[in-house]
């Protein structure tokens, strides 16, 4: 299995190799560096990775002269254009090293170039670069890293530690590592509460998606690409629909002459149907992952990427209730009665029946009649409940061997 080793070993040289003081002017001066990391051989799943992750991003830089230094030569390096301090040689020695740490602010790629100085002879400088390890820790956004959404990230170590989280959100992150390290932590689309419901009148978003080139992995890492549930509908209507009017007030317009025809109160119309409700929201598709491991690796993946649900779809609105009838003379019976008993100070009451009910059949009127309240508007279709988000699978290709996971 491949070491995690970085090493670098450039030599300029012309001609034989010399031990003659490079403080004259000759075409040969051949130095060397070599990058190596401070740590031990990750060969294993036993390897003890608490030793791995206090080592990540320390580095030892070892420079070697061809010849004995005179104390005056040394190499003066920058990383990514700003000066670290300088590596000297002791007089009469040909090797020296620095302590090499890479900080939180430095970005995920370093240039590092030194240049031989303290000597007349014009060399060449010599490059590296060098790339940053992330270390996961408590719970982290991937806001909070350097990585760039959508475009291929190259790092050198991603170490994700115990009882840690990664929340990619919706975001497609996609990482080349040299190494991929897991103590039993999570990958995840919304992780907070309040991000696992898409905001009110808003589909949900699908799930992450996580794309990891490594040489080699270890460890257990957890997947909850879930899909954002859908927001809860935006109301489309308040309260109950629009009553019905009010009918026309009932009048006895001389009626009680036997003249004139009575004016009955009318019923109220009918009330107005209650609007339909809006559908609910749809929740967003699974995220997935896709982990290619060039080497065997012992890597344990648990995977639970469902998608969202669909929100609940808005009830109908009730319907409107229905307008009140006029006021007086609602019932034709009653207003029958009225007449008959005011015709009768003219006449008998069989006579003032006769007078009513010939004026009844005058005037088109029935003793049956009734004014009323008027209907009750239509209830509302309620909305169907929002669709739920797909499955999108993930795999893992462990060198020649695919698994895949359809959750």
Do not use: W
């Not at 808003?202 to 859908?230: I, K, P, T």
């Not at 080497?295 to 469902?306: A, D, T, W």
């Amino acid at each position: 299995m491949n070491k995690i080793l970085l090493i670098l070993f450039v030599l300029f040289s012309c001609g034989k190799n010399s031990t003659e003081s490079p403080n004259k002017n000759t075409s040969q001066s051949p130095f060397s560096l070599t990058l190596k990391r401070n740590m031990d051989p990750i060969d294993s799943f036993s390897t003890d990775f608490i030793k791995i992750k206090e080592s990540l991003n320390q580095y030892t830089l070892s420079a070697s002269l061809a010849f004995k230094a005179s104390g005056s030569e040394h190499l003066k390096c920058t990383k990514n254009g700003s000066p670290i301090p300088p590596i000297y040689f002791q007089k009469g020695s040909s090797n020296a090293s620095h302590t090499l740490i890479l900080l939180k602010e430095d970005s995920l790629t370093i240039n590092l170039e030194c240049l031989l100085v303290g000597t007349t002879f014009e060399s060449e400088g010599i490059r590296i670069k060098i790339l940053k390890d992330i270390l996961i820790e408590g719970d982290q956004k991937i806001e909070d890293l350097e990585l760039i959404e959508g475009v291929q990230n190259k790092i050198g170590i991603l170490y994700l530690s115990t009882d840690s989280s990664l929340n990619i959100s919706d975001k497609v992150i996609k990482i080349t590592a040299k190494t991929f390290i897991s103590e039993g932590a999570k990958i995840e689309s919304f992780f907070q509460e309040a991000e696992r419901v898409a905001p009110k009148g808003l589909h949900g978003r699908h799930g992450g998606e996580f794309h990891l080139n490594v040489e080699e992995a270890f460890g257990e890492v957890s997947f909850n690409l879930q899909g954002q549930d859908g927001g809860n509908f935006i109301p489309s209507y308040e309260g109950v629909a629009k009553s019905g009017n009010k009918g026309r007030d009932g009048n006895l317009n001389g009626a009680d002459s036997g003249q004139h025809c009575p004016i009955f109160a009318t019923s109220g119309t009918r009330g107005a149907d209650g609007k339909n409700g809006v559908n609910g929201l749809r929740g967003g598709d699974s995220g997935y992952f896709i982990i290619h491991s060039k080497n065997q690796s012992n890597l344990h993946i648990l995977s639970s990427n469902l998608p969202g649900i669909g929100s609940q779809g808005e009830q109908g609105q009730e319907g409107g209730l229905g307008g009140a009838p006029g006021m007086g003379l609602t019932s034709g019976f009653d207003v029958f009665n009225l007449i008959v008993r005011r015709a009768q100070a003219m006449a008998g009451e069989d006579s003032a029946r006769t007078i009513v009910n010939n004026l009844f059949r005058g005037c088109g009127l029935s003793k049956s009649y009734t004014a009323s309240r008027g209907p009750t508007g239509r209830f509302g279709s309620s909305g169907e409940e929002g669709q739920a988000g797909s499955i999108r699978p993930s795999q893992f290709s462990n060198n020649d061997v695919l698994r895949v996971f359809n959750e």
